[in-house]
């Protein structure tokens, strides 16, 4: 079974760091792409950062260029996301998501497995 | 960057009803759409790829169409678990990848 497991949120200052972390099992987690995607409260879902299965190819959403860094270990199964300098509009529930793959190929752009989420608020 | 929309906003039916949830894209993104189903406090889901392929273990009731910028969700009879959030998304175009705001779907 497929598990996708999200820590390392919490309430954090504007200006702060966080770093979170995404423990996965079940598949073979150095084969797929690898995403972060958020949602605000109320708001829709937000694609934040993906990471290529060897860790090549990296990229992110405008509005987290040069504060966010997205890294995996394909020896622990993990994905991360260094956060910096957060801003209030960063709060929101973050998802780590698997890319998807079939027999002939693997995408990085559908997101077939999904965590449940850690909350990150940043508030003063 | 491609914008998707959704409508309606909200869907109100009856289990045993069928629902049509519409996403359109702001330029053409080929087939490369997908649909999602997000429930409070739960993991989003996907449903269909590529607009009309169903997801692994996803029901026969729920079928995808569309090309170019016109897409449809359909769920054929509504089940009680079905009332949720439906979210389109583009892969055709990115980074970044997006989201539409989507349909909630509740019980009338």
């Known amino acids: 079974e497929v598990q996708l497991v999200e820590s390392g949120g919490g309430l954090v200052q504007p200006g702060g760091s966080l770093r979170l972390s995404c423990a996965a099992s079940?598949?073979?987690?150095?084969?797929?792409?690898m995403s972060w995607v958020r949602q605000a409260p109320g708001k829709e879902l937000e694609w934040v950062a993906n990471?290529?299965?060897?860790?090549?190819?990296?990229y992110y959403v405008d509005s987290v260029k040069g504060r966010f860094t997205i890294s995996r270990d394909n020896a622990k199964n993990s994905l991360y996301l260094q956060m910096n300098s957060l801003r209030a509009e960063d709060t929101a529930v973050y998802y780590c998501?698997?890319?998807?793959?079939?027999?002939?190929?693997?995408?990085?752009?559908?997101?077939?497995?999904w965590g449940q989420g850690t909350l990150v608020t940043v508030s003063s | 960057e491609i914008v998707l929309t959704q409508s309606p906003a909200t869907l109100s039916l009856s289990p045993g009803e069928r629902a049509t949830l519409s996403c359109r894209a702001s330029?053409?993104?080929?087939?490369?759409l997908a649909w999602y189903q997000h429930k409070p406090g739960q993991a989003p889901r996907l449903l269909i790829y590529?607009?009309?392929n169903r997801a692994t273990g996803i029901p026969a009731r729920f079928s995808g169409s569309g090309s170019g910028t016109d897409f449809t969700l359909t769920i054929s009879s509504l089940e009680p678990e079905d009332f949720a959030v439906y979210y389109c998304?583009?892969?055709?175009?990115?980074?970044?990848?997006?989201f539409g705001p989507g349909t909630k779907v509740d019980i009338k």
């Open positions: 998304q583009q892969r055709s175009s990115w980074p970044p990848f997006t």
């Open positions: 998501a698997t890319g998807y793959c079939n027999d002939d190929n693997c995408y990085a752009g559908i997101f077939d497995y």
């Open positions: 079940g598949f073979t987690f150095s084969s797929y792409w």
């Open positions: 330029q053409s993104v080929s087939s490369y």
């Open positions: 590529d607009a009309s």
């Open positions: 990471i290529k299965e060897d860790g090549t190819e990296k």
